[in-house]
């Protein structure tokens, strides 16, 4: 435990879910703490199990000093700067994990969700801020009865009923980058599905809920919204597929009639070089690597993974598990620090 500790008034803390065990993000979380006077990260908490993280940073030789903290007020105390710099606050999971670094535990799986879950409910009874995830390993959750594509949706389902919202969550994935911020409309679904998912009920909503968080989080007053086609030369007038005029056309004039400043359907081919992204503040795409290729190509260790459209920030590094290097001491975390910086200016309105 933490000595002398400094009580202070002080904001929510950003909570960070612990992730896959397995995986590079417990290591790249307690490494960001060790380098806490070169890398100034933003305090945070994490979520997870003490005896998982003390066996880690015995195995990689890192000296963090984990503060195990059962009530609000010890928590808000505990990220204090003059009591981080002590030690890494953390919440302690219920569920015990055991993987080390490379060699998953499929019984570790239980303890991944709980993590999310505890963090989620920390907001939502208002003693955090902000949630950071660490990757999660999807099959290892799917294997374990995980009935949930991936974080943003199950993130939504969390968010289900929250206090003072007048409609359901419809969570929306966002990789934004220093030069790019990109949105796909469809998700975590095979490219052979994408265009009978497309709906214009649904592009507009991409639509409205990137203009709104971009104003409500990233205080963009009037955001300017380019919108990509789904086919070659977004359709080509028909020769290269209907849905680009059938189905995105429509879904932008409508936006356009609620008086969000949107263009479109774009060639995708030509929307993201720098001339062209001068023009607008975010990307609204068709699918998946449509919109996260191009925001890693310019951006792959800054990206992060914003979900818009919760009644809570969230944000996670723009990477996976990377097993091939876990405990190797290779992993970078400038992702990790970029996702705790967004979350630290998101939930304090001066991101930008």
């Known amino acids: 435990m933490a000595t002398n500790i400094v009580p ?30 070169e890398l100034a990260p933003p305090t945070f908490a994490l979520v997870g199990d003490r005896e998982h993280l003390d066996r880690l940073s015995g195995m990689m030789d890192m000296p963090v000093r984990l503060h195990v903290c059962d009530t ?33 535990v499929a019984g570790d799986a239980a303890g991944v969700v709980e993590a999310i879950q505890t963090a989620v409910q920390w907001i939502k009874d208002g003693h955090s801020r902000a949630l950071v995830t660490l990757p999660i390993n999807k099959k290892s959750l799917y294997d374990s009865g995980f009935d949930y594509p991936g974080h943003t949706e199950f993130l939504g389902a969390l968010a289900a009923g929250w206090p003072g919202q007048t409609h359901e ?30 709906t214009t009920d649904a592009i507009v909503s991409t639509i409205e809920i990137t203009a709104r968080d ?71 795409c068709m699918y998946h690597d449509q919109a996260l290729i191009p925001a890693k190509a310019l951006a792959f260790d800054d990206s992060v993974n914003v979900t818009l459209g919760l009644p809570f920030v969230r944000t996670s590094p723009d990477h996976g598990t990377a097993y091939d290097i876990a405990g190797t001491g290779q992993a970078n975390p400038s992702s990790f620090l970029a996702a705790l910086r967004m979350a630290d200016d998101m939930s304090t309105g001066i991101a930008g």
Request: with cysteine.
């Open 72 to 104: 609000p007020d010890e928590l808000r105390t505990a990220v204090m700067p003059a009591n981080f710099d002590r030690a890494l606050p953390i919440l302690q999971t219920k569920n015990r994990l055991s993987a080390m670094p490379s060699k998953p």
């Open 8 to 37: 202070a008034p002080n904001p929510l803390p950003v909570l960070v879910s612990i992730g896959e065990p397995a995986g590079i993000g417990p290591e790249i979380a307690l490494n960001v703490w060790c380098k806490r006077a």
């Open 169 to 198: 969550p419809r969570p929306v994935m966002m990789l934004a980058g220093p030069s790019l911020k990109a949105v796909p409309v469809t998700i975590h679904i095979p490219l052979s599905h994408v265009p009978k998912a497309l």
């Open 214 to 284: 971009l104003t409500l989080r990233f205080g963009i007053n009037s955001p300017r919204i380019a919108v990509s086609g789904l086919n070659p030369h977004a359709g080509e007038n028909g020769a290269m597929g209907h849905e680009d005029a059938a189905i995105i056309a429509p879904a932008i004039e409508q936006a356009r009639i609620q008086g969000i400043d949107c263009v479109g359907p774009l060639p995708a081919d030509t929307m993201f070089h720098d001339r062209a992204r001068a023009g607008y503040d975010a990307a609204v």
